[in-house]
């Protein structure tokens, strides 16, 4: 499976866009890219996932560059409860866990 | 929904005693799974399940194993806790064999050996 960079923390205002970049240089064809979040305390919840196209749910949306080696995950209008470790995956078969990105959304 | 509910969500065992962490999920799914997360390694893959009295070795089997006698049910043994099982614990389960359904968390269980 390939390997993810994330940055380890970011910050964002209240009711703004939240934008959280993932590079994946290696993902190879059949490889998705899986959007995943875990507030403190609870199991890992899933967000969205995509092969090629951009994806759009209620939750978020997931934007994925031409050639498919990095993609960005949008929270349109973030909110406090927002705020959790995103973890972004890229796999065909099992998921294997990075360190994510400490997203904290501030008042 | 789905729900993915854990027998306890903190328990407290001693060195060299038998353990049994339960995972019960509602939604008929094929596939279940045994993370452990710890600070600095994110979630590793213990045991998974892809049927009724099916295993697989995950990336960490050592020192525990699994069963699954009934499709909404995986259990993890811990069959002589250590120190260093010490961590959260968490199931999951996932419909079908397809990598592309998500998975579904329950709400993890602390284990502490003392």
């Known amino acids: 499976d390939a390997k993810t960079t994330q940055p380890p923390s970011m910050d964002c205002a209240e009711g703004r866009a939240a934008n959280l970049p993932c590079n994946h240089s290696t993902i190879s064809g059949n490889e998705y890219v899986y959007w995943y979040r875990q507030i403190h305390s609870q199991g890992p919840q899933y967000i969205i996932h995509g092969l090629k196209n951009n994806e759009t749910n209620e939750m978020a949306s997931l934007i994925i560059t031409e050639d498919r080696k990095s993609s960005t995950l949008i929270l349109p209008h973030a909110t406090l409860r927002d705020t959790a470790v995103y973890y972004c995956?890229?796999?065909?078969?099992?998921?294997?866990w990075g360190a994510g990105t400490k997203l904290i959304i501030k008042p | 929904d789905v729900k993915v509910t854990q027998s306890s969500r903190y328990l407290v065992k001693r060195t060299g005693e038998k353990v049994f962490l339960e995972c019960v999920q509602d939604?008929?799914?094929?596939?279940m799974f045994w993370y452990r997360q710890d600070p600095g390694l994110g979630l590793r893959l213990i045991y998974f399940?892809?049927?009724?009295?099916?295993?697989e070795k995950g990336d960490i089997p050592e020192g525990y194993s699994v069963s699954r006698e009934k499709k909404e049910r995986f259990s993890l043994i811990l069959e002589s806790a250590s120190t260093n099982q010490t961590s959260m614990y968490l199931c999951?389960?996932?419909?079908?064999?397809?990598?592309?359904?998500?998975?579904?968390f329950g709400p993890g269980t602390r284990l502490t050996v003392l």
């Open positions: 399940s892809y049927d009724v009295k099916m295993k």
């Open positions: 995956i890229i796999t065909n078969y099992q998921l294997i």
């Open positions: 999951a389960s996932r419909e079908g064999t397809y990598s592309y359904n998500e998975q579904f």
């Open positions: 939604m008929d799914h094929e596939n």
